[in-house]
C-alpha cells in the first residue's frame, strides 16, 4: 500500500471533515447582540494604537482563538468600525432644541441609524459564529448571557 492509496485518503477525510463542519447556530440572542456589540467596538475602536492588538490578544486567551478566528473577528470589527465612521456625521448633525429635546424627526433619524448599527452587528455577529469552531461559538454565546445578565457589560458609546 502506497501513501497516495486513495481509500487511505477517503478514509482520513471521513475522520476529518466532520470535526471541521460547522453546525447551524440558533438564532442570536438580545444578549448575545449586545456582547458581539461589546467586543467588535473593542475591537474595532481602541483609541490608544496598540490598544486593538491588546484586546485581541486577550480574546485570543479568552475563547482559544486560532489565527484565522482571530482574523474573523478582526475584520467584523473592521467592518462595523467603517459603518459607524459613515453613520457618526449623521448623528453628530442631530441636535436637540434648546430645551433639550430631539423632534420626533430627530429622534427617528437617530432611531434609524441605530436599527443600521444593530442590523451591522447581527450580521456580524452570525457571521463569526458561523466561522468559528463550534466550542468557540458556545464560549462567546455563554459570556454573552453571563455578563449580561450580571450587569457586567456596559453600553457601547458610539
Same mark, same amino acid.
Given at each position: @500500500?502506497?501513501?497516495?492509496?486513495? #481509500? &487511505? =485518503?477517503?478514509?482520513? !477525510? ?10 447551524? *447556530? ?7 447582540? #449586545? ?9 474595532? $475602536?481602541?483609541?490608544?494604537?496598540? +490598544?486593538?492588538? /491588546?484586546?485581541?490578544?486577550? !480574546? =485570543?486567551?479568552?475563547?482559544? !482563538?486560532?489565527? *484565522?478566528?482571530? +482574523? &474573523?473577528?478582526? $475584520? +467584523? ?5 467603517? %459603518? @459607524?465612521? *459613515?453613520?457618526?456625521? /449623521?448623528?453628530?448633525?442631530i441636535q436637540p432644541d434648546r430645551n433639550g429635546k430631539l423632534s420626533a424627526a430627530n429622534q427617528a433619524a437617530l432611531s434609524a441609524l441605530a436599527a443600521q448599527r444593530d442590523q451591522k452587528i447581527e450580521l456580524l455577529a452570525n457571521r463569526i459564529l458561523s466561522q468559528v469552531r463550534?466550542?468557540?461559538? +458556545?464560549?462567546?454565546? %455563554? ?10 457589560? $456596559?453600553? &457601547?458609546?458610539?
Open positions: @500500500m502506497s501513501h497516495s492509496d486513495p #481509500k &487511505i =485518503f477517503t478514509a482520513l !477525510l471521513a475522520v476529518v471533515l466532520p470535526c471541521c463542519a460547522q453546525t447551524p *447556530q440558533p438564532a442570536l440572542t438580545p444578549d448575545d447582540l #449586545k456582547y458581539f456589540g461589546f467586543v467588535l467596538a473593542q475591537v474595532a $475602536g481602541a483609541s490608544q494604537p496598540n +490598544a486593538p492588538a /491588546a484586546v485581541e490578544r486577550r !480574546l =485570543f486567551h479568552l475563547y482559544g !482563538l486560532n489565527t *484565522q478566528e482571530t +482574523a &474573523i473577528l478582526r $475584520g +467584523a470589527s473592521l467592518e462595523l468600525r467603517a %459603518l @459607524m465612521n *459613515q453613520l457618526s456625521p /449623521a448623528a453628530r448633525s463550534p466550542q468557540v461559538a +458556545a464560549l462567546f454565546r %455563554l459570556n454573552g448571557r453571563v455578563l449580561s445578565t450580571r450587569g457586567n457589560l $456596559g453600553s &457601547i458609546r458610539r
